[in-house]
């Protein structure tokens, strides 16, 4: 049977990436995707994710989630994704999709309530959607299947020393998802960056048929020029590698810990993370390893199944 998937994202060049793994993926059945502010602003977000999921074809309904975070002041990752959060692609006028008039915060409460025990939440931008939804529902860590997030490091940041970009761009709500007692599995950066795409590989795909294979590749061409221009080596697959997960966490090794979230907003290690042991339950499952080879046959098939 398919996973029941819920898809929250700050499109972004490595969360379109994403979305092209999960859009062809036969393991998966997106019951929605829900757009937050993150990498750019909500309504960049919002149009990015509408012209990913056009390109593939699929016909689930999106949502617009958070504008902003919970208390911090926004920040922005332009830099990495370029000024629309997706430079690269050029898309036409959209046929298929268009944007839901409810709320994504009150849709994602309503369909994990609909399918109780049955939905997977990936979470791929900063926490708000999930932070603000577990406020309003109490009972939502008991009704969801689990939540998957890509969020946090253990060794060193990427947005400054010690913190990742989406546990840095909303702490408060990453510190409401990581003690809500929610089954939680983190892909920190320790495990997304040693995933990498190299031109030979992006050459490769290039090359299979079809539009969505074309958007994929023009994306991550401004994705490598970006890792290059801040000599950051090959670009990092963080996004895709938490839908990798949920198509088949056998490919993973991963250990249990509790994960604590530094919120003091005048520390400079604000929005770090950082893990500690436990005994029992609350933990979060951090997967530490991954089957490389079989993740770049997913991407490989995800992109040849899709249009
Ligand atoms: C995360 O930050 C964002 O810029 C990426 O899309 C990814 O979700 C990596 O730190
Ligand atoms: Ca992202």
Not at 78 to 106: A, M, N, W
Request: aromatic letters at 8%; one cysteine or more; hydrophobic letters at 40%.
């Amino acid at each position: 049977m398919k996973q029941k998937v819920i898809l929250d994202v700050d499109t972004g060049l490595d969360d379109a990436a994403a979305l092209f793994l999960a859009a062809g993926a036969k393991e998966l059945d997106i019951v929605a995707i829900i757009a937050t502010a993150g990498n750019v602003g909500l309504d960049k977000t919002v149009e990015n994710t509408l012209n990913v999921i056009e390109t593939t074809g699929l016909k689930c309904p999106v949502f617009a989630g958070s504008d902003r975070p919970l208390v911090r002041q926004a920040v922005e990752a332009g830099d990495f994704h370029g000024e629309t959060g997706l430079d690269g692609p050029v898309f036409g006028k959209r046929v298929i999709q268009e944007l839901q008039e409810e709320d994504g915060i009150s849709a994602l409460i309503r369909l994990i309530k609909t399918y109780p025990k049955e939905i997977t939440v990936i979470s791929v931008g900063p926490l708000t959607d999930l932070a603000h939804a577990l406020q309003k529902e109490p009972a939502l860590p008991s009704l969801v299947k689990e939540i998957v997030v890509m969020s946090g490091s253990f060794s060193g940041g990427n947005v400054t020393e010690d913190a990742e970009f989406n546990a840095y761009a909303d702490p408060e709500a990453a510190k409401i998802v990581f003690s809500s007692g929610a089954p939680l599995v983190m892909l920190s950066l320790d495990i997304t960056r040693t995933v990498t795409l190299t031109r030979e590989r992006l050459d490769y795909l290039r090359m299979i048929e079809g539009r969505s294979a074309e958007v994929f590749s023009q994306c991550m061409d401004t994705y490598m020029a970006n890792y290059e221009s801040k000599k950051f080596g090959w670009p990092q697959m963080h996004d895709p590698l938490c839908v990798a997960y949920v198509m088949d966490r056998s490919k993973f090794v991963a250990e249990y810990k509790r994960v604590v979230v530094d919120t003091n907003s005048v520390s400079p290690s604000y929005g770090m993370t950082s893990k500690e042991n436990l005994d029992g339950t609350g933990g979060v499952t951090i997967p530490t390893d991954i089957d490389r080879a079989w993740f770049w046959e997913m991407m490989e098939r995800s992109l040849r199944n899709l249009p």
